[in-house]
């Protein structure tokens, strides 16, 4: 398990490459991530060897617009270390942080840092590690994933935004959890459950980005769709990593918020191909 962190800085991306990935966003409606990657584990008997992934991102009509790259570091001794690279189709990099973890008795996901236009960029998650108990509170073991900058003039960007999977949003997934997935793994003592997911995926995850001031607002209708699939094709190619998982951005949307979206987006999934099992 990894818990204590140490982080890099990296340099501020080039101040032409990321006006063009905010040109980007900024009309952008719906985003389709895509693993087009062979994330490399080492089986699930070492948990210290840190994924690789390669993620296409299309925006709107505009096919591999985005290209997500999380790679492994140097592992020295007990220490794991992954960097992720957000690019333009065309290679420059608009996004990129670091990190470096030591062994720990209890997994928490590594805090990082990465560069903006305004200074550095504060990316934290609170998710609780994954148990048996997660059939029936999923949603307490579901990532809670912040973005703040703190050193911005800007107090909305100060305070930063939260993307986190509410139970409201999730109606469908709730009702297959309820009245399918616990009531299976009851009777079957929690085999049942694999079996089914080997037939019949869950219903996909809604989550949604909240401002994290004084008056916590929603942006309605920003959200992150978690696709699933079945389960031998979810854990032996995907490795829970997205294919059809959809950003939806609606009319509106402020950008520095679709930002902070993406930000989230591209940490999760980096802590997912570092540890396939907290997708």
């Not at 030591?102 to 996901?109: F, I, L, S, T, Y």
């Not at 994933?145 to 949003?169: F, M």
Request: charge should be negative; charged fraction near 20%; include cysteine.
């Amino acid at each position: 398990m990894y818990g204590s962190t140490a982080t890099t800085v990296p340099a501020a991306p080039d101040a032409a490459a990321l006006s063009k990935y905010e040109d980007l966003l900024a009309g952008a409606s719906q985003l389709v991530l895509r693993n087009t990657g062979v994330p490399k584990h080492c089986g699930g008997l070492c948990r210290c060897s840190p994924g690789e992934a390669t993620i296409t991102i299309d925006v709107d009509e505009k096919e591999g617009a985005l290209i997500l790259d999380v790679k492994p570091g140097l592992n020295l001794g007990n220490a794991c270390s992954f960097s992720t690279e957000l690019k333009l189709g065309d290679g420059r990099v608009v996004l990129s942080f670091a990190t470096q973890t030591a062994p720990q008795k209890e997994w928490k996901p590594p805090g990082v840092v990465a560069m903006d236009r305004d200074g550095p960029v504060s990316i934290t998650d609170e998710s609780q590690p994954q148990t048996m108990c997660s059939l029936c509170d999923p949603y307490n073991s579901m990532p809670k994933t912040s973005v703040t900058h703190p050193q911005s003039n800007d107090e909305a960007l100060r305070n930063g935004q939260q993307l986190t999977t509410p139970k409201s949003l999730n109606a469908a997934f709730d009702t297959f959890n309820t009245f399918i997935t616990l009531p299976l793994a009851a009777i079957t003592c929690c085999a049942g459950p694999v079996f089914l997911f080997c037939c019949l995926p869950p219903p996909s995850l809604h989550s949604e980005l909240k401002a994290m001031g004084a008056e916590g607002s929603v942006m309605e209708g920003a959200r992150y769709v978690k696709k699933h699939h079945i389960f031998i094709q979810e854990a032996c190619f995907l490795r829970n990593l997205p294919y059809g998982d959809m950003i939806v951005l609606p009319a509106g949307t402020p950008l520095h918020m679709r930002k902070d979206m993406m930000a989230a987006a591209a940490y999760r999934i980096s802590v997912i191909a570092f540890m396939p099992d907290q997708g």
